[in-house]
T-cell receptor, first 110, second 113 residues
């Protein structure tokens, strides 16, 4: 079983729509969670950390459900520039190595 | 401030050839990482270096070697390239302390024929 699993999508949404997707992780001892963004043929970049209480960063909201071992990302008022692949990232151990999901692709259309 | 740089950007090798992928960071980070990214799979850790002078295997180290030349530079070597090593290779660095954020280079697209 993969450590981090994501629905690959693609999620194809119109501008202004809300889109949400989850990822699941297998190691219940995981402590830290993140969403990275990767544009086509570019390097991944940190979008936001995910905190136990949930957190927002502008139009982006991240939630963590430890009981069910999933993380979610919600994007409100989608922009064309939100088109990207979103990588779910988990730190499954006490060191600083990260486990990456394969990504969820979001395409925002005009 | 260039961040993390990688060379080359693209490379085509024949099976059995060797090459070294170069990575350098100018952020004074202690930890550096090499990943490969294949379609439908997450980034997989090949090797990492927690600090200058140390290197450790990651999830998929077979067929690769690394050198942490100094604090800035971390190179990845393929001694005898195989088609299964066709991939996009990313180098990353992380500052010391409690931060988990990794900063990635632009990647090297490698094709082995």
């Amino acid at each position: 079983r993969k450590e981090v699993e994501q629905d690959p999508g693609p999620f194809n949404v119109p501008e202004g729509a809300t889109v949400a997707f989850n990822c699941t992780y297998s190691n219940s001892a995981s402590q830290s969670f993140f969403w990275y963004r990767q544009d086509c043929r570019k390097e991944p970049k940190l979008l936001m950390s995910v905190y136990s209480s949930g957190n927002e960063d502008g139009r982006f909201t991240a939630q963590l459900n430890r009981a069910s071992q999933y993380i979610s990302l919600l994007i409100r008022d989608s922009k064309l520039s939100d088109s990207a692949t979103y990588l779910c990232v988990v730190n499954p151990s006490t060191d600083y190595k990260l486990s990456f999901g394969a990504g969820t692709t979001v395409t925002v259309r005009a | 401030n260039a961040g993390v740089t990688q060379t080359p950007k693209f490379q085509v090798l024949k099976t059995g050839q060797s090459m070294t992928l170069q990575c350098a960071q100018d952020m004074n980070h202690n930890s550096m990482y090499w990943y490969r990214q294949d379609p439908g799979m997450g980034l997989r850790l090949i090797y990492y270096s927690a600090s200058e002078g140390t290197t450790d295997k990651g999830e998929v180290p077979n067929g690769y070697n690394v050198s942490r030349l100094n604090k800035r530079e971390f190179s990845l070597r393929l001694e005898s390239a195989a088609p299964s090593q066709t991939s996009v290779y990313f180098c990353a660095s992380r500052e010391s302390g409690q931060s988990y954020e990794q900063y990635f280079g632009p990647g090297t697209r490698l094709t082995v024929t």
